[in-house]
């Protein structure tokens, strides 16, 4: 919740300080670069998933550097799924399929330890693995096409627990709310 927290802020203050500077130099010619708020809110939000990533994967010393400003390793990118790509070897990221039709989604926003259980009855898929609250409450399943690499890492030893990170959007469009959920999985 902190590195939420830190986020609003830093987001927060930029626009301030955006609108600050164009307030101010109305009627001036202005002189200093403009800030392309876009490609900064872009970094910031690099470096906050690389602290999550620092964090899930138990690499102190990372998270240490990303805090002071002295981190010079690879940063995350966005996947074309809206995910990130991980920084670290031993880290894994996978989007959860199906988070929006499942029920009372709202109260599982944040970080949550969770399980992935096979689901071998599926009607759809005697494949399936469904991901799974603490408190037994369903979110999701891993993707079709991921099941095979989610067994291997678990080595068939389920129920696979994990982290999932699940965020609450406004569709800019129709204003309707959805959500994404991702998994960060620690290989042992």
């Known amino acids: 919740m902190s ?12 626009v301030i300080i955006i609108m600050f500077k164009d307030n101010s130099a109305q009627g001036q010619e202005q002189t200093e670069p403009e800030v392309d708020i876009f490609a900064t809110l872009e970094r910031e939000s690099a470096r906050i998933e ?12 990372v998270h240490k550097q990303l805090e002071d400003n002295t981190y010079t390793g690879p940063m995350p990118e966005r996947r074309s799924d809206g995910g990130w790509t991980s920084i670290f070897d031993d880290l894994r990221i996978l989007s959860i399929a199906g988070i929006n039709h499942r ?6 926003k944040g970080r949550n330890t969770v399980a992935l259980v096979p689901e071998p009855k ?3 898929d005697p494949n399936a693995i469904k991901v799974v609250a603490e408190d037994g409450h369903h979110l999701g399943y891993i ?17 696979f627990y994990c982290i999932a ?4 959007h406004d569709d800019e469009d129709d204003g309707h709310r ?7 999985i620690l290989l042992k």
């Not at 590195?3 to 930029?14: E, H, N, R, S, Y």
């Not at 029920?103 to 599982?108: K, L, N, P, R, T």
């Open 3 to 14: 590195i939420l927290f830190f986020f609003i802020v830093i987001v927060g203050t930029l």
């Open 50 to 61: 690389a602290l999550i990533q620092a964090d899930e994967a138990g690499h102190e010393d």
């Open 103 to 108: 029920q009372a989604i709202s109260h599982y």
């Open 122 to 124: 599926n009607e759809f």
């Open 143 to 159: 993707h079709q096409h991921q099941t095979d690499m989610v067994r291997s890492w678990a080595h068939d030893n389920f129920p």
């Open 165 to 168: 990170r699940i965020e609450e």
């Open 178 to 184: 959805f959500y994404t959920g991702y998994l960060y």
